[in-house]
C-alpha cells in the first residue's frame, strides 16, 4: 500500500429510501408544477416532502424528473426551501415535523408553551401549545427540552406532542441564587409565608420568572453563587420552589461563567471510562502503508493559546503555479467506527471553546496527544496533494494516506512577522514567502469567484492565572489568518469534489443564500445607509462584497457587516448538496478539523474509504444515516455557537458590572418601537437604551426608514448614528445591559436615575438587548 492515493474505482452505494408520508394532493395533477405552485405545495404540506411525494401529488413520470430536480436545487439555491433530511425539503418558514423545543412556561390553563431550540427563520420564533402528559407522567416544566411532533395552527403557532424527553424530570435550571433579605415579622393576623431563603435567577434569557428557593433546600449556596436546582412540587399560582443541587461557584469568579453555559445548554463535559481508557491505550501510527512525508517541511500556523494543532501546510514552486499540501492528523485511525470514542465523539458533535477552558470533542490523550501535530514528532496524516496555477485555480489534487513530522509551530503573530521581515523562523530559505505567495494567488481567485467575506469583529476576553478578567478586546486578523483559511478552504472543496465525482456518500457543508424574507430585510436596512442590493431572486454573494467594499473604511463598515451576517441562512451539514452561498462554492466540504468537528471525520472515512480496507472506512450503515448524522451535528454545531457567544457576552457584562455609570463610545446598530440597541467600540457589547430614558416626548420608529425620532423636539435615532452612553446596569447572568443616552440638555443623574425607572416598570428588561 506504500502510496496508495485513494483512487480506487468506487462501488455505487445503495440509496436510502424515502418513507415520509405524502403530502396533501394539489388540484391540478400530469404536469411539472411551475416554482409558485411547488413552493405553495410544499409550505402547505405536513412535514418533509421529497420527489417521490411531489411526483405523486402530481402524476409526474420519468421524463420530469431532471427538471424537477433542476426546480427543487433553484428554490434551495434562493432560499425558498431549506434541505430537511435525506433528499427532502421544507418551505424555509416552516417548523419541521418534529423538533427539539423547550418549555418556556405555561398558559392561563396551565398547559405548558415551548419554543423551538434552534430557531433560523424571520422573525420570533414560533409559540408551542404542548399536550398536557399522558396521566402518569409527570408534567413538563420550565426548562425541559423534549422532541416534540409539531402540527401548525396558524402563522407562528403550532401544536406539540411529546415524542421523546431530553432532560431528567424533573427538569434542571442553571442560575445564579441570591439570598433573601432578614426575615421580618408581618403585621398582625397575616398568615406567614413558608421561610424563604432566596430566588434563582436563571441564566436563560428566556426564562421569565425567578424561582423560589425554601429555607433548607440552599445546600448552603452563599448569595451570588451559580448554582443548579431542581423544581420542587407546589400547585397554584406565584413562583415556584425549587432545591438547589450543585453549587458551581461564585459568580464572581469569571471561571464560573463558562460553566453556566456549559450546563444551560447541556453540554457533555465527563467522558466514559471506556472512551478514556481507549484513548489511553492510543500509540503511534506504523510507517507500512502509508505514503512518507517525513521529509516535506509542513509547519503548523495557530492562535498563541492553541493547544492541539491538526493541521499542517506546505507549498513548493510548481511552474508558473504551486504545488500545495494540507496535512490533517489521522483521527479515523484512532476512532473506529462503533467504538466508545465513536459514541462519544458523535454525542458532543464537536469541540466547544471558551476563554477559560475547552470541552474537547476527544479526550486530551488523543486531542492533546497523537492527532496534535506536534513539532519533531512522528504523527499519521490524511493529507491532500494541491496544484493550483499563478491565478490561483485549482488545476489537479489527490488525496492519500501518510506519516508526518511538522517542522516548526508557528502562531499567526510570528508567521506574519516572519513575511514582514521583522523575525527569523529556522525554516528552509523561501517556505515562508512561497506560503505566502501561493496565499496571494488563492487569493486573488477568491475575489474573482465574488465571496462573501465578512469582518465582523470577534472579541477576545483574556483572563489572568487566577481567572480575572485582564482585557476584552477585537481579535487582530492578519494576511497569516487568511493563509490559513484559503489553504483549508482549497482542500475542502478538493474533499467534497473527490468525493462527489466518485459517487460517495459525502456530508457537505451547505449553505443556503438568504430566505426572501431576510434579503428584503436586509436590502431596507442596507438602503437607509445609502448601499443599493439588486433585486430577489438575483442576489449573489458578489452584490454583497460589492456593499462590503464600499463600505469598508466608512463609520458604517462594522454595522453593514452585521446587516448582511443577520440576514444569513445558518450553514449545516447534510448529503443533499445545494452549494455554499457564503463562498460562492458548488461544492463544499468540511476535511480540515476532524479532532474538533464531527463532520470532518465522517469525511475521512469516506475518502479512506476509497483506497484502504475496514475497518477505518464509514460503514454501510454510517452511509445511509447520513442526513441523521448531518442533523444532528449541525444542532451540536449551533449549541456551540450560542453557548460560547453568551458566555463572551457574560464575561463582557461582568467585566463591566464594576463600571456602572462610565462612559463609552458606540453606535446605533437596531432600533426598535421600545427603544434603541448601541454597541460599543472597543468590547463589540450590546445593549439597550430604552425609549423611557430619551427625553420627553411622543417617539415614533418607523421601520422603513429604521429611525426612533422625538415628534417635537427633532432628536433623531439611526443606524449606525455614533453616540456616547452611560453604563446603568450590566448583569453577568445574562449578559444583559442597560445604557442611557449622554444627552447634554439633560443632567447624567437624571438620565441614569430615568433608566433605572424604565427598567424596573419593564421587569428589569432582562434579555431586551439580543439582536
Request: proline share 9%.
Amino acid at each position: 500500500m506504500e502510496g496508495r492515493d485513494l483512487s480506487d474505482p468506487p462501488s455505487p452505494d445503495p440509496v436510502p429510501t424515502d418513507t415520509a408520508p405524502p403530502a396533501a394532493l394539489p388540484a391540478a395533477k400530469g404536469a411539472l408544477p411551475d416554482r409558485e405552485t411547488l413552493r405553495r405545495f410544499i409550505a402547505g404540506a405536513s412535514g418533509r416532502v421529497g420527489k417521490r411525494e411531489i411526483a405523486r401529488a402530481f402524476g409526474l413520470g420519468p421524463e420530469h424528473k431532471a427538471a424537477l430536480r433542476d426546480m427543487l436545487r433553484a428554490l434551495a439555491l434562493e432560499g425558498t426551501l431549506v434541505p430537511a433530511g435525506a433528499r427532502r425539503f421544507r418551505a424555509s418558514a416552516a417548523m419541521p415535523e418534529a423538533a427539539v423545543v423547550q418549555v418556556t412556561g405555561t398558559d392561563p390553563d396551565g398547559d405548558p408553551i415551548a419554543r423551538p431550540v434552534a430557531w433560523d427563520g424571520d422573525g420570533p420564533p414560533p409559540v408551542i401549545f404542548m399536550h398536557p402528559e399522558q396521566k402518569g407522567r409527570p408534567a413538563l416544566a420550565p426548562g425541559e427540552r423534549v422532541v416534540a411532533r409539531l402540527k401548525r395552527l396558524g402563522p407562528g403557532r403550532y401544536e406539540g406532542r411529546t415524542l421523546r424527553r431530553l432532560t431528567d424530570a424533573p427538569a434542571r435550571i442553571v442560575g445564579v441564587f441570591r439570598s433573601a433579605p432578614p426575615d421580618v415579622p408581618p403585621p398582625g393576623d397575616v398568615p406567614r409565608r413558608p421561610a424563604e431563603a432566596g430566588r434563582l435567577i436563571p441564566a436563560d434569557r428566556r426564562a421569565k420568572a425567578e424561582w423560589i428557593i425554601p429555607a433548607g433546600e440552599t445546600l448552603g449556596a452563599e448569595d451570588e453563587d451559580v448554582v443548579i436546582a431542581e423544581p420542587l412540587p407546589l400547585a397554584g399560582p406565584g413562583l415556584k420552589p425549587a432545591r438547589i443541587i450543585e453549587r458551581l461557584g461564585p459568580m464572581g469568579d469569571a471561571r464560573s461563567v463558562s460553566l453556566l453555559a456549559i450546563h444551560t445548554h447541556g453540554i457533555p463535559d465527563a467522558f466514559s471510562a471506556e472512551a478514556l481508557a481507549e484513548a489511553e491505550r492510543a500509540r503511534g501510527v506504523p510507517a507500512e502503508g502509508r505514503e512518507d512525508l517525513r521529509e516535506v517541511p509542513l509547519i503548523t500556523i495557530d492562535g498563541a493559546d492553541a493547544r492541539d494543532f491538526d493541521d499542517a501546510v506546505y507549498a513548493e514552486p510548481d511552474g508558473d503555479g504551486f504545488r500545495l499540501i494540507v496535512a490533517i492528523a489521522d483521527v479515523a485511525h484512532y476512532v473506529r467506527p462503533g467504538s466508545a470514542l465513536d459514541r462519544e465523539a458523535q454525542r458532543r458533535g464537536n469541540s466547544v471553546y471558551f476563554p477559560d477552558r475547552v470541552v474537547p470533542m476527544l479526550p486530551e490523550a488523543l486531542s492533546n496527544g497523537w492527532c496534535s501535530l506536534r513539532p519533531g514528532e512522528d504523527r499519521g496524516c490524511l493529507f491532500a496533494e494541491l496544484h493550483i496555477d499563478a491565478h490561483g485555480a485549482k488545476t489537479r489534487h489527490r488525496f492519500g494516506r501518510g506519516i508526518m513530522r511538522s517542522a516548526a509551530r508557528l502562531t499567526y503573530d510570528e508567521a506574519q512577522a516572519a513575511i514582514d521581515g521583522a523575525q527569523e523562523t529556522g525554516l528552509p530559505d523561501g517556505l515562508i514567502g512561497t506560503l505566502f505567495a501561493a496565499f496571494r494567488a488563492l487569493a486573488a481567485a477568491r475575489a474573482r469567484r465574488g465571496t462573501l467575506d465578512l469582518d465582523v469583529p470577534e472579541r477576545t476576553v483574556r483572563l489572568d492565572p487566577q481567572g480575572r478578567i485582564v482585557t476584552i478586546d477585537p481579535r487582530p486578523r492578519f494576511d497569516s489568518h487568511r493563509l490559513i483559511e484559503e489553504f483549508m478552504v482549497l482542500a475542502n472543496v478538493a474533499a467534497a469534489e473527490e468525493l462527489e465525482r466518485r459517487r460517495r456518500p459525502c456530508l457537505y457543508r451547505v449553505h443556503a443564500p438568504p430566505s426572501p424574507e431576510r434579503a428584503g430585510a436586509m436590502r431596507d436596512s442596507l438602503s437607509v445607509m445609502g448601499f443599493a442590493l439588486p433585486p430577489a431572486g438575483a442576489l449573489q454573494a458578489r452584490d454583497l462584497g460589492r456593499v462590503l467594499a464600499q463600505a469598508a473604511g466608512g463609520d458604517s463598515a462594522t454595522l453593514v457587516s452585521e446587516t448582511i451576517l443577520r440576514a444569513q441562512s445558518q450553514a449545516e451539514y447534510s448529503p443533499d448538496n445545494i452549494g455554499h452561498f457564503g463562498l460562492a462554492l458548488p461544492a463544499y466540504a468540511h476535511f480540515t478539523s476532524p479532532i474538533r468537528r464531527y463532520a470532518d471525520l465522517m469525511v475521512h472515512r469516506t475518502l479512506i474509504g476509497l483506497g484502504t480496507l475496514p475497518p477505518d472506512g464509514m460503514p454501510a450503515g454510517d452511509a445511509a444515516r447520513l442526513a441523521e448524522i448531518g442533523e444532528q451535528v449541525s444542532a451540536t454545531e449551533r449549541r456551540a455557537v450560542l453557548a460560547e457567544r453568551e458566555t463572551t457576552e457574560r464575561y463582557v457584562a461582568l467585566w463591566l458590572a464594576e463600571r456602572i455609570g462610565m462612559e463609552f463610545y458606540g453606535h446605533v446598530t437596531g432600533v426598535a418601537r421600545f427603544g434603541a440597541f448601541v454597541t460599543l467600540t472597543r468590547t463589540g457589547a450590546t445593549g439597550l437604551v430604552p425609549v423611557s430614558t430619551l427625553p420627553d416626548d411622543v417617539w415614533t420608529h418607523d421601520d422603513t426608514t429604521q429611525t426612533l425620532r422625538g415628534r417635537h423636539g427633532g432628536m433623531r435615532l439611526s443606524l449606525g448614528q455614533p453616540v456616547t452612553i452611560r453604563l446603568v446596569e450590566a448583569t453577568p447572568v445574562t449578559g444583559g445591559l442597560l445604557f442611557a443616552l449622554v444627552d447634554p440638555d439633560m443632567g447624567a443623574d437624571r438620565v441614569a436615575d430615568r433608566a433605572r425607572t424604565g427598567a424596573a416598570r419593564r421587569g428589569r428588561t432582562r434579555g431586551m438587548h439580543r439582536r
